[in-house]
C-alpha cells in the first residue's frame, strides 16, 4: 500500500465534527427526552424512566394500533412497490416496447410530485359524489365498485396504500431497470441456446442477479414505510376516526398537544425498530454475497 | 503537479467548511442587523400573517384592508392560509420550532389561550395599546392571561343555530322542532320526500363537535354550579346524562341516514350550496350565516332561511360564546413594530367599520361602538331564548381536544367506537391535559 495516498485522519475532522453536531448529538439528546416528563406547560424536566414506553406499549390501545398500522402499511406497500415496479421495469425493458423512455417518465413522474399535492388531488379524485373516480365509474356503469374510498373503514387503509405505490413504483421501476441493464446479455444468449423459456430465465438468471438492487430498494421502501407521513396526513389526517393513524402522525399529535416526551418516545421506538430491520436485511446480504 | 492540485482543492474544503461553521454562529447577529437597517430606512417590509381558513373571513375582506394599509405604509402583508383541521397543530409546532409568521390567527377563549398560544413566551403584550380600552369588555379574559392583554379581536358573541329552509318545511307541513322526538320525526319526513335532512360535513373536524357543547346552557340549567364543579374536578362529565344522550342522538341520527350518504366526506364550504340548491333542509350554523349564503347564490332568496335552537337531548337553551378567533403578534418575530401598526391601522373606526360591511357573515362587532346588524324579526327570536354560557368557554380542557373529540365522533360514525366510548375518551383526554398542565385539582 502506498501510505503517501492517504489522507492523515485529521482531515476527517471537520466533517464528523459537523456530523457529530447536527445528526449524532440532537439524535441521542431526542433519545434521552423519550426517559423524561418533557412537556410545553413547564419549564421543568424530570426523569421518569420507562414509564412512556410502558405507557405506549400497556396504555392506551391507539398507541398499538398505530404501531400495527405502521407495519402494515410498510410491509403491504414494500410488496406491491417492489412487485409492480419489477413487473413494470421488465415489461419497459422488452425490445417490443416503443417510446420506452416516455413510458417509464411518465411512470417516473409521480415521484417528482410533492406528497401533500398528491395527497389533495387523491382527495378530490376519491371524493364519493364529485370525485373523478366514483364518477368515471357510474359513467361506465360499474356503480357497484363506487364506494367511499376514503372514509369507509374496510376500504380505506388499502385506498391510501395503494395511492402510496403508485407514487412510489416509479421510483423502484427506475432502480431495478438501471439493474436490469447491468446484467450481461451473454447470460441470456446462453440460456437461448440452451432452450430456456421466459420464466425459467427469469427465476434463474435475472432475479438472482438483481437480488442486491432488490435488497437496496426494499431497504429505501422500508425506511420509507415507517417514517410515512405526509400521505395519510393529507389523505386522510388518520381518519376516519383514527383508523389509518400511522406512529408518525400520532407523534405529530402528541407535539400538538405538548407533550413532547410521549412524541419523542414514539420517535424513538420507531428509530430502534428501523435500525434493528435495517440492520438484519443488510446482514442477510452480506450472507448472500459470501455464498455466491 | 497533480499533488498540488489536490493539495489546494483540500486546503481550498477546509477553509470553505470552517469558514461555513463560522458564518453559521455569527449569521443570526448580522441578518437581525442587517434587518433593523432596512426597517429603519423604510424600504419595503413583507409581513406574513397566519391563519386558518375560518379565521379569515371568506369575503377576503381582511385581505382588502391588508391592501390598503400596504399602500398607506408600504408594509406588505402575505396571508398564509391552513385548512382549519391542521391550523391548531400546525401553528403549535411552528411556535415551538420558532417558525410562525409575524402576526397569527387563533381560536382565543378565557380557558384555553395558555394552552394554545402560550402568551407569556411567544405573544407581544399590547395591554397599553389606545384600543384595547375600545373592546367590548366581556372579550377581554379571552385575549388575557395574567391580567395582560395580548390580542386584537372583531367578531361579537357567537351563537349557533339550526339554519332551516322555511319553504320545505312549509311544503311537507312540517313545524319547528322542540324536542328530539319532534327532529327525528321532521327529519324522517324530509328525508322521505328525497331532500338530506341535516347536512353535515365532518372533514373539518370542528362542525360535528357543535351539538355536543354549544348546548352548555341547558346542562347548566339542569345541574346548578356545573362549570365550576367540573372545573375543580369534583365532578366529571358522565355527571350530566343529556352530554351521552347527546352523542347517542348523533348515532343515531347517522345510522337513520339523516345526514345524507357522503357526510363523511363532506366539507363545511359546501354547506352553502347544498341549502341553496335545495339539497339539504337544515345546517347548524350561526344566523348570520345566511348573508354569506346570498352573497355566494345572489339569487337565492335568504329570506326563507329561518333560525331555531339545536333540539339535542331536548335542549331549547342558546350557548352563548364570548370567545372567537383574535390576531396576535410574535413577540420573536422580525417585524413587531410593522405588526402593530397592522393593529393600529385594523383598529380604526371606519376600518371596523368595512369589516363589519364586508364580511357578510358576521352580525356584530366586539366593538360597541359599531351597531350590529341583526334583524328585527332575528333580534326578538334571540332575546325570547334562555341563554347559557357554551361549555368549551366555560369548561378546562374541553376546547383543547375540541378537534380530537371530532375525529372521535367521525370514528363513532363508522362503528370503530361506540357512543359510551366517546364519551369516556373526552374524559380521559381531559384528565391527561389536567395532569400534564400539572393542575392541582387533579393532582391532590
Known sequence: MDRKKLYPWYFTSGALLIFFLLCFLPGIIGILYSFTDWNNFTDKINFVGFKNYVEVLKGKPEYRAYLWNTVLFTTVTTIMKTVVGLALALLLTQKVIKLKNFHRMVIFSPQVMSYLVVGLVFKSMLHPDTGFVNNFLKSVGLDIFAMNWLTDLKIVFATVMSVDTWKGMGYIMVVIIAGLMSISPDYYEAANIDGANFWQKFRLITLPLLKPIIINATILNVTYGFRVFDMIYSLTNGGPGNATGVINTAVYKEFSKGNYAMGTTLSSILFFALLLLVYFIIKSMENKEVDA | ?????????????????????????????????????????????????????????????????????????????????????????????????????????????????????????????????????????????????????????????????????????????????????????????????????????????????????????????????????????????????????????????????????????????????????????????????????????????????????????????????????????????????????????????????????????????????????????DQAYIDSLQKGMVVQAGVKYIDSQWMDVGKDLEAMYTGSLTPQQVLETIMNRRKEQAQLQKDPDWNK
Open chain 2, 1 to 377: 503537479m497533480r499533488k498540488r492540485l489536490i493539495k489546494l482543492l483540500s486546503t481550498l474544503c477546509v477553509t470553505m467548511m470552517a469558514g461555513g461553521l463560522l458564518v453559521g454562529c455569527g449569521g443570526n447577529s448580522s441578518s437581525t442587523s442587517s434587518d433593523s437597517k432596512s426597517t429603519s430606512s423604510g424600504e419595503k417590509v413583507t409581513l406574513t400573517f397566519g391563519s386558518h381558513q375560518s379565521g379569515l373571513p371568506t369575503s377576503g375582506v381582511v385581505q382588502e384592508l391588508a391592501k390598503q394599509f400596504e399602500s398607506e405604509t408600504g408594509i406588505k402583508i402575505d396571508f398564509q392560509i391552513s385548512p382549519d383541521a391542521q391550523w391548531r397543530d400546525l401553528l403549535k409546532v411552528k411556535l415551538d420550532s420558532g417558525e410562525a409568521p409575524d402576526i397569527f390567527c387563533a381560536d382565543a377563549d378565557p380557558l384555553n389561550l395558555v394552552t394554545r398560544v402560550n402568551p407569556e413566551k411567544y405573544v407581544l403584550d399590547v395591554t397599553n395599546e389606545e384600543w384595547v380600552k375600545r373592546m367590548d369588555k366581556n372579550v377581554l379574559p379571552s385575549i388575557s392571561y395574567k391580567d395582560k392583554v395580548y390580542g386584537i379581536t372583531f367578531p361579537g358573541k357567537k351563537m349557533y343555530f339550526y339554519v332551516y329552509n322555511k319553504e320545505i318545511f312549509d311544503k311537507l307541513g312540517l313545524k319547528v322542532p322542540t324536542n328530539y322526538a319532534e327532529f327525528k320525526n321532521v327529519c324522517q319526513k324530509i328525508k322521505d320526500s328525497g331532500v338530506i335532512p341535516v347536512y353535515e360535513g365532518t372533514q373539518n373536524g370542528w362542525h360535528q363537535v357543535l351539538p355536543l357543547f354549544e348546548t352548555g346552557a341547558m346542562y347548566q340549567q339542569k345541574h346548578p354550579d356545573l362549570y365550576n364543579k367540573l372545573n375543580k374536578n369534583e365532578v366529571d362529565l358522565d355527571a350530566v346524562p343529556e352530554l351521552q344522550t347527546i352523542i347517542s342522538e348523533l348515532k343515531e341520527c347517522a345510522d337513520l341516514g339523516f345526514y345524507g350518504d357522503n357526510y363523511l366526506s363532506n366539507s363545511v364550504e359546501n354547506a352553502k350550496e347544498a341549502m341553496a340548491k335545495g339539497k339539504a333542509a337544515m345546517f347548524i350554523a350561526e344566523s348570520a350565516w345566511r348573508n354569506e349564503v346570498k352573497s355566494d347564490f345572489p339569487d337565492f332568496d335568504v329570506n326563507k332561511l329561518g333560525i331555531f335552537v339545536m333540539p339535542w337531548g331536548d335542549n331549547q337553551a342558546i350557548g352563548v360564546n364570548p370567545a372567537s378567533n383574535a390576531y396576535f403578534i410574535n413577540k420573536n418575530g422580525k417585524h413587531v413594530e410593522e405588526a402593530k401598526k397592522f393593529f393600529d391601522f385594523l383598529a380604526k373606526p371606519e376600518n371596523l367599520q368595512k369589516r363589519l360591511d364586508g364580511q357578510p357573515g358576521l352580525s356584530e362587532l366586539c366593538w360597541p361602538e359599531i351597531k350590529s346588524k341583526y334583524s328585527k324579526e
